[in-house]
């Protein structure tokens, strides 16, 4: 029946191709002309004139598929382009902005709800996105950036730049350069700096943000469930940043974030670990999402702004350029190592993959315990001269 009704809709699907394309005087009635071989009004076998047909219009659609395709893609590409480039430059030059035009006892709070609308608008995406088409989402992504082009001409400059500037300009001396980070009075604050962006980054979360949806369905959730509940944990978990980073300080948030994390990526783990051996299956699925759950509030209560913030503070205005544009190189090339392989370390094994990324998060706690200094409460030439003291 399917076979015949098949056959019987394929002359429709012709003689539409055969109108578009100016076609006409072909007969499909078969008892007519003699069934396939007959001819249309023009002598022509009808078979072939349908296959002709076809295989323009098939050429047709290929072409055109190519060329949305194409233009489908260098428009995504311009986009991502434009993405990192943004991204890139406020990440950094947002916290550095605010470092130096806020008091020292509310810098923290000022900076970690900056720094926290990257989250607010992740979560965002995690509600509506479940919902809307990715068109419409772009779209609506483009509103904030249009606000923030409007807002950039009424945002003076900082005054610690301005004298940065004139003194430069009266000593003619600079250290802004990439060399010049390594010379030993600046070596600790890049150490710092830059370890601070591989623990932020190499710890799975472009692996949980980029293939939630596989993980999520890999261990038998709805991913639709799951991105709204991320999203209902990640927004109480910048709100409470921003309440207790100048009480208790950057090191004790970001120690209990990268705890946090590893607990979250060890029970993801864990989950497939139950599922490998065939062991309490059941509670498999709820094991994922509750460390799917932990890894992304603890990623929000510190790990996603304190990090930048803290590169902020320590780093001294005469190479905020040059070490700027390094921690900002280090943190996108580890966001890309581990985007690029996780994939390939999830098809191997997901229980290793988390575990891995659990050692991650554990090495990201022994480094900020041993070489982050605590900010809370010092102004910028406090902690600049504390730093550059230590390796004179």
Not at 305 to 321: T, Y
Request: hydrophobic share 45%; glycine share 10%.
């Amino acid at each position: 029946m399917e076979e015949e009704q098949s056959v019987a809709k394929l002359p429709l699907i012709e003689a539409e191709c055969s109108a578009r394309l100016g076609i006409s005087n072909i007969d499909y009635d078969q008892d007519q002309h003699g069934g396939v071989g007959s001819l249309d009004s023009a002598g022509a076998p009808v078979e072939t004139r349908s296959t002709a047909v076809l295989c323009i219009c098939t050429f047709a659609a290929a072409c055109a598929a190519f060329t949305g395709g194409c233009l489908g893609a260098w428009l995504l590409d311009l986009g991502r382009l434009s993405l990192g480039i943004g991204f890139g430059l406020t990440c950094y030059v947002g916290p550095v902005y605010l470092a130096e035009i806020t008091p020292k006892n509310v810098r923290g709070l000022l900076m970690s709800i900056s720094q926290s609308m990257t989250g607010y608008g992740a979560s965002f995406t995690f509600l509506v996105g479940s919902f809307v088409t990715w068109r419409s989402l772009a779209i609506i992504g483009c509103i904030p950036s249009l606000l923030l082009l409007l807002a950039l001409f009424f945002i003076p400059e900082s005054p610690r730049w301005l004298d940065y500037i004139e003194n430069q300009r009266l000593q003619q001396n600079s250290d802004d350069n990439v060399l010049n980070l390594f010379r030993r009075k600046y070596l600790h604050i890049v150490i710092i700096g830059v370890g601070l962006m591989v623990v932020q980054t190499s710890d799975g979360l472009c692996g949980f943000l980029f293939y939630m949806s596989e993980i999520f369905d890999s261990a038998g959730i709805s991913s639709t469930l799951g991105f709204i509940l991320v999203a209902v944990v990640q927004i109480p978990s910048f709100v409470l940043t921003a309440a207790l980073i100048d009480k208790f300080g950057r090191r004790t948030l970001l120690m209990a974030s990268a705890t946090g994390q590893c607990l979250g990526c060890f029970l993801t783990g864990l989950s497939y670990f139950l599922q490998d051996v065939d062991w309490w299956k059941e509670a498999s699925p709820i094991l994922a999402l509750i460390g799917v759950l932990v890894y992304m509030g603890s990623y929000a209560f510190g790990m996603a702004q304190i990090p930048w913030i803290v590169v902020s503070e320590i780093l001294p205005i005469n190479v905020k350029g040059s070490a700027g544009t390094l921690c900002n190189l280090v943190n996108w090339f580890c966001s890309w190592v581990v985007s690029y392989t996780f994939n390939y370390s999830f098809s191997w094994s997901p229980t290793g993959t988390f575990f891995i990324y659990a050692g991650m998060c554990g090495f990201g706690v022994a480094f900020i315990a041993k070489l982050v200094p605590e900010t809370k409460g010092r102004t910028l030439e406090e902690i600049h001269a504390s730093l550059t003291h230590i390796m004179q």
